[in-house]
């Protein structure tokens, strides 16, 4: 069992910046892959940033440039960096986690971008 639990989401201005923080249960070192999720109203939940235990990352076209995800092994945590923010990135925003063929979801965090 592996539990997520987000922070850092909030309201920012088109432009800005935010960090969003996944603090996981478990030794994050030994999970297969973490990553970052999304889901707006109206709309499918869809792949932000992924990043695998070897460190490995992918990301989705629209957020190329401007988002990184990284891992804190010694904290058990897992970053999103948002840079240059567009209104079109306000969604909920979900950790994901996979391992040994489970899948666990944290309980979300609103990020909204607006003026």
């Known amino acids: 069992q592996v539990r997520l639990v987000e922070s850092g989401g909030g309201l920012v201005q088109p432009g800005g910046s935010l960090r969003l923080s996944c603090a996981t249960s478990?030794?994050?070192?030994?999970?297969?892959?973490m990553g970052w999720y999304r889901q707006s109203p109206g709309k499918q939940r869809e792949l932000v940033a992924r990043?695998?235990?070897?460190?490995?990352?992918n990301y989705a076209d629209s957020v190329k440039g401007r988002f990184t995800i990284s891992r804190d092994n010694a904290k058990n945590t897992v970053y999103l960096q948002m840079n240059s923010l567009k209104p079109e990135d306000t969604a909920v925003y979900y950790c994901?986690?996979?391992?040994?063929?489970?899948?666990?979801w944290g309980q979300g965090t609103q990020v909204t971008v607006s003026s």
């Open positions: 994901n986690a996979v391992n040994l063929g489970f899948i666990y």
């Open positions: 478990a030794n994050i070192f030994s999970i297969y892959r």
């Open positions: 990043i695998t235990s070897g460190n490995s990352t």
